[in-house]
Each structure stands twice: as structure tokens, then as C-alpha cells.
């Protein structure tokens, strides 16, 4: 299934994109999902941050199960002034 992912503050940063399409198998959930984006290398370092879910935006947690043409917003905490 095809997966549609957006990254904001850092994430976008250490991805060097603001989205991508990804595949994923059917019934896979979010952290399942979670897990294996981050094992790209440039982005192993950002594995533990908390963050906010959202599919298709609406907030989800990490068990929610994904489905084909979903869109996976991941929303790390920002820190501002």
C-alpha cells in the first residue's frame, strides 16, 4: 500500500524533504511504520523523540493501523519564542 508521509520541524530537516510517498505492507500500524522510516541512517539519531501522529488529520496513537492512500503527518515537538 501506498503511504503518504509529511515531516515538520527537524524531521523535515534531517529528511531534507517536507513529505515523501512511501510503501508499507497492509495492516501495518504506525509505530511499526515509525520504526522502520527511521532506520535510514541520516535519521537514527531522532528515533526516541516524542511525537504527535496524525492520519489524514486526524490524531491518532501508534497502534492505529494503516491503510492504502492514508496520509501520516509526524509532529515532533517545536520550541520557539
Do not use: C, H, W
Amino acid at each position: 500500500m501506498i503511504i503518504k508521509v509529511l515531516f515538520f520541524a527537524q524531521l523535515k530537516d534531517a529528511f531534507g524533504v517536507g513529505e515523501r510517498t512511501m510503501e508499507a505492507r497492509e495492516g501495518t500500524t504506525v509505530s511499526e511504520f515509525i520504526q522502520s522510516l527511521f532506520e535510514e541512517t541520516a535519521v537514527a539519531r531522532l528515533k526516541g523523540l516524542p511525537m504527535l501522529y496524525s492520519i489524514n488529520e486526524d490524531f491518532v496513537d501508534e497502534n492505529q493501523a494503516l491503510r492504502d492512500k492514508d496520509t501520516l503527518a509526524l509532529l515532533p515537538p517545536v520550541a520557539g519564542g
